[in-house]
């Protein structure tokens, strides 16, 4: 067959996120399956949240022209073996494993096939601890930083042996039901906006900074294939100073998603002129970019002004990239 992959992965982020850029990122890409991972990052939520974002990913995917099918994947986490850690990500997994279920879909346990192979290749050496066999897959490079590259061929094989146990089971599209969660009883879209997008207007100092940076840069030290979801265009402040952006929207949430420097700074939101909230671009590790805080809007169904102020840094060469505005609607 020739297949197409399409990358559509953002790392470090949660499936909240996830669900929020799927119709950006996943629907046009018209897929015949989806794989969706986020049993490592979704271990910081509790079971119901999990599996909110989850369903709604699922529920996007069966509103698609041509339903694809889906799998759930259920990545380990590289920390595991500290006490406590598995029992967390153990709970977050049966709870996704219930909506995979409700749904009639597929899903790979990564850990559990590893926990396989490790007793395979501990009959071949006794000796081999737990820790010796995880090094080989992950390595520590900072506090909270793992290079796990070594531990996707594990991947592979797990989702082979799967895939190869019951194809047509794993082509199968989710079943058309009621909503699991209570909360997703009514549907929610979302949409996105480009910093560049024609609809914004700038005040300030402002430059347009095309996708993908490049490695090493300060301003986004990210993964290059992760730049697609800022393909629109990113607007970076020159100077803090008098810089701001406005738009109109009839949502009834904003936040944006923006790419990571190794020193941001913050902005406050005005909605119709009354403060609504903060907006900022920084994070404790720079290798990565997140998605704000959800900014409400009045829901009325008309459109309102929002506009984006940057407060001053208490700091010099800070930088505000805003990278894209996701738009949330509750039909």
């Given at each position: 067959?020739?297949?197409?992959?399409?990358?559509?992965?953002?790392?470090?982020?949660?499936?909240?996120?996830?669900?929020?850029?799927?119709?950006?990122?996943?629907?046009?890409?018209?897929?015949?399956?989806?794989?969706?991972?986020?049993?490592?990052?979704?271990?910081?939520?509790?079971?119901?949240?999990?599996?909110?974002?989850?369903?709604?990913?699922?529920?996007?995917c069966n509103?698609?022209?041509?339903?694809?099918?889906?799998?759930?994947?259920?990545?380990?986490?590289?920390?595991?073996?500290?006490?406590?850690?598995?029992?967390?990500?153990?709970?977050?997994?049966?709870?996704?494993?219930?909506?995979?279920?409700?749904?009639?879909?597929?899903?790979?346990?990564?850990?559990?096939?590893?926990?396989?192979?490790?007793?395979?290749?501990?009959?071949?050496?006794?000796?081999?601890?737990?820790?010796?066999?995880?090094?080989?897959?992950?390595?520590?490079?900072?506090?909270?930083?793992?290079?796990?590259?070594?531990?996707?061929?594990?991947?592979?094989?797990?989702?082979?042996?799967?895939?190869?146990?019951?194809?047509?089971?794993?082509?199968?599209t989710p079943?058309?039901?009621?909503?699991?969660?209570?909360?997703?009883?009514?549907?929610?879209?979302?949409?996105?906006?480009?910093?560049?997008?024609?609809?914004?207007?700038?005040?300030?100092?402002?430059?347009?900074?095309?996708?993908?940076?490049?490695?090493?840069?300060?301003?986004?030290?990210?993964?290059?294939?992760?730049?697609?979801?800022?393909?629109?265009?990113?607007?970076?402040?020159?100077?803090?100073?008098?810089?701001?952006?406005?738009?109109?929207?009839?949502?009834?949430?904003?936040?944006?998603?923006?790419?990571?420097?190794?020193a941001g700074?913050?902005?406050?939101?005005?909605?119709?002129?009354?403060?609504?909230?903060?907006?900022?671009?920084?994070?404790?590790?720079?290798?990565?970019?997140?998605?704000?805080?959800?900014?409400?809007?009045?829901?009325?169904?008309?459109?309102?002004?929002?506009?984006?102020?940057?407060?001053?840094?208490?700091?010099?060469?800070?930088?505000?990239?805003?990278?894209?505005?996701?738009?949330?609607?509750?039909?």
């Amino acid at each position: 067959k020739n297949i197409k992959i399409v990358n559509a992965g953002l790392n470090g982020t949660m499936s909240e996120f996830g669900a929020s850029r799927f119709s950006r990122d996943v629907t046009p890409a018209n897929p015949d399956i989806v794989f969706i991972e986020f049993a490592v990052n979704d271990e910081k939520y509790d079971a119901l949240s999990a599996k909110l974002y989850m369903e709604q990913m699922v529920m996007q995917c069966n509103r698609m022209e041509k339903k694809p099918a889906v799998v759930f994947l259920f990545a380990p986490l590289p920390t595991e073996t500290v006490a406590g850690t598995l029992q967390s990500w153990e709970t977050e997994v049966a709870s996704k494993k219930e909506l995979a279920d409700y749904y009639g879909i597929k899903t790979v346990n990564i850990h559990d096939y590893m926990m396989r192979d490790y007793e395979k290749q501990k009959a071949a050496k006794p000796a081999l601890t737990l820790s010796q066999y995880y090094d080989t897959m992950y390595k520590k490079t900072g506090e909270n930083t793992w290079d796990v590259h070594g531990g996707y061929e594990k991947y592979a094989a797990a989702i082979n042996e799967a895939i190869n146990a019951d194809l047509e089971g794993f082509l199968k599209t989710p079943k058309n039901k009621t909503a699991f969660c209570q909360e997703n009883q009514k549907y929610t879209e979302y949409t996105s906006i480009s910093a560049a997008d024609a609809r914004i207007t700038y005040s300030g100092a402002w430059i347009k900074r095309d996708a993908p940076f490049v490695i090493g840069d300060d301003n986004a030290a990210l993964n290059d294939r992760h730049f697609e979801f800022f393909k629109g265009g990113i607007m970076q402040a020159i100077s803090i100073q008098d810089a701001n952006f406005e738009f109109k929207s009839d949502a009834d949430a904003l936040r944006l998603a923006y790419v990571t420097s190794k020193a941001g700074c913050s902005a406050t939101v005005y909605v119709d002129g009354k403060e609504s909230g903060v907006w900022r671009t920084v994070s404790a590790n720079a290798n990565f970019h997140f998605p704000n805080a959800w900014i409400e809007l009045p829901k009325d169904g008309k459109k309102h002004t929002v506009k984006v102020v940057l407060d001053k840094p208490t700091e010099s060469n800070y930088v505000f990239n805003a990278g894209t505005i996701i738009e949330k609607r509750v039909k």
